[in-house]
């Protein structure tokens, strides 16, 4: 069976330093990958899609940035971390283009 | 462009209670939908989804939602919830016609309370 993994779980970061969160999907192959953000009272807003290997598609500008180095590894970054940037951010897979998004459990990010 | 409106951002409910989420979507193809649910501080699972076929969709834990192609909904219900099924909502549309990626347009959430 398919699971997906996010980690850290939490983390708390000064304004202005570097961010890396990390999504990786076991038990598929090329799926395709999502980075949503999920701030306090709303609801969730697309980042970052990626459809294979290096193929990365931005949906909001913004501060950050998205990686997909291996097949089911999945990298959010930033190189300096802003207040508007804490929230709890979510990585999402889906086995083909019109199927179901699973989601992984989450990291909740916030930044003082 | 797609959005999808829940009509309603906190919903209380006694125990044993039924219950309707509502659930509105805007979309100028055809479309999949589906309904999530997010407990605290976790990610979202999988409700039920209609992908095609009969406009009744069951689910887990006793949910079930309806397709209504003309008014553009779909809203979720449960005939009796228990203090377990307090958590948040989310309801989603897909592009049926396959040129999105996957993408899914989310409603803002309904916060489900269930009081005993």
């Known amino acids: 069976s398919q699971t997906i993994h996010q980690w850290p779980a939490t983390l708390v970061q000064p304004v202005g330093s570097p961010l890396s969160l990390e999504c990786t999907v076991e038990g598929t192959s090329n799926p395709n990958l999502y980075w949503y953000r999920q701030a306090a009272g709303r609801g969730l807003q697309l980042l970052f899609y990626?459809?294979?290997?290096?193929?990365i598609s931005s949906e909001v500008p913004q501060n950050l940035s998205a990686s997909r180095p291996q097949d089911r590894q999945f990298i959010l970054s930033s190189k300096k971390l802003l207040l508007s940037d804490s929230g709890f951010y979510l990585c999402a897979w889906n086995p083909g283009f019109t199927d179901t998004q699973y989601f992984g459990p989450g990291t909740r990010l916030t930044v003082l | 462009a797609q959005s999808v409106t829940q009509l309603d951002s906190q919903v209380p409910v006694f125990e044993e209670a039924p219950v309707e989420l509502r659930c509105n979507y805007s979309s100028s193809v055809s479309v999949y939908l589906f309904w999530y649910v997010q407990y605290p501080n976790q990610g979202l699972q999988l409700l039920l989804k209609y992908l095609s076929g009969s406009t009744l969709v069951k689910g887990i834990n006793g949910f079930e939602a309806e397709f209504n192609k003309s008014q553009t909904s779909f809203h979720l219900r449960k005939p009796s919830v228990h203090i377990s099924d307090t958590a948040e909502y989310f309801c989603?549309?897909?592009?049926?016609?396959?040129?999105?990626?996957?993408?899914?347009?989310f409603g803002q959430g309904t916060i489900l309370t269930v009081h005993p």
């Open positions: 990626s459809v294979g290997i290096g193929q």
């Open positions: 989603a549309v897909g592009n049926a016609g396959g040129t999105s990626y996957g993408k899914l347009t």
